[in-house]
């Protein structure tokens, strides 16, 4: 699947079309008004709908229509790569500039992303062996893209590494980087929990083991969790303490 937007990308594409440039044609297009307009989540539920690659293009950099749509849909796009590497997608998503004199390159870059996933072959949520496990992952990675702790987070990264706060300070981009890619694991590992406790309470170390994480670490999360009201206590065993997520928590 490729999102194209309208002013450079797919009028990339539509040259290349009328030059009869040669391309493979298992790609299906979506025609968007920017690449800043992808959302993240557009990207995950294409995956959960089985499609076994996403391209994202937009104008080079410094010639978005909108300015700074590309810039944002870097940002975001970036982001959205680090969640998918958790759970061992992101090779299948690419994000690249196409502009609109550019057929040749329009028809390259569809030929190489086509070429890589069909080595990486078929989506691994086509198969039944690791489809529960994969609706899972992105399940909880679409669920953290649509959190407004992360939504807040890249959304403001550009201001808060390039601006001064009120009290003059400037957060460098390394900083942010590991504060991002620590709030990205957690919020990940997090989203994780709640999705296994959705319907049967589970205990610390049974939730642990399903996650293959440490039974301390999962503690803390829970800890945060039931802050958040998102998670409670279930029932309590012989003195073990089930967890279980809490609807419209
Ligand atoms: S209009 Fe092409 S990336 Fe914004």
């Not at 990486?120 to 529960?132: C, M, R, V």
């Not at 400037?170 to 999705?195: G, S």
């Amino acid at each position: 699947m490729g999102f194209l937007c309208n002013w450079c990308s797919y009028a990339g594409a539509d040259l290349a079309g009328v030059s009869r440039i040669q391309y493979p044609t298992n790609i299906r297009i979506i025609r968007v008004m920017c690449s800043g307009r992808v959302d993240p989540t557009f990207v995950v539920d294409a995956f959960l709908h089985g499609i076994d690659g996403v391209l994202v293009l937009g104008c080079h950099l410094g010639d978005c229509h909108y300015i700074t749509g590309n810039y944002e849909a870097e940002i975001k796009m970036s982001s959205l790569s680090k969640l998918l590497n958790i759970v061992k997608f992101s090779d299948r998503m690419q994000l690249d500039w196409v502009s609109a004199a550019e057929g040749n390159r329009f028809a390259q870059i569809v030929s190489e992303f086509t070429k890589h996933i069909q080595e990486l072959g078929p989506s691994p949520i086509k198969e039944n062996k690791t489809k529960t496990q994969c609706i899972d992952d992105l399940e909880a990675v679409k669920s953290v893209l649509e959190s407004s702790r992360l939504r807040g987070l890249i959304a403001r990264q550009r201001d808060l590494v390039t601006e001064k706060n009120v009290y003059g300070n400037q957060i460098p981009a390394e900083k942010f980087e590991n504060l991002l890619n620590d709030a990205i694991y957690n919020e990940f590992v997090r989203h994780k929990i709640v999705i296994k406790i959705k319907e049967i309470g589970k205990s610390v170390p049974d939730i642990a083991n399903e996650i293959g994480i440490k039974a301390k670490e999962v503690l803390e999360h829970i800890v945060v969790l039931r802050s958040r009201g998102l998670v409670d206590v279930h029932e309590i065993n012989e003195e073990i303490p089930t967890f279980i997520s809490i609807r419209g928590g």
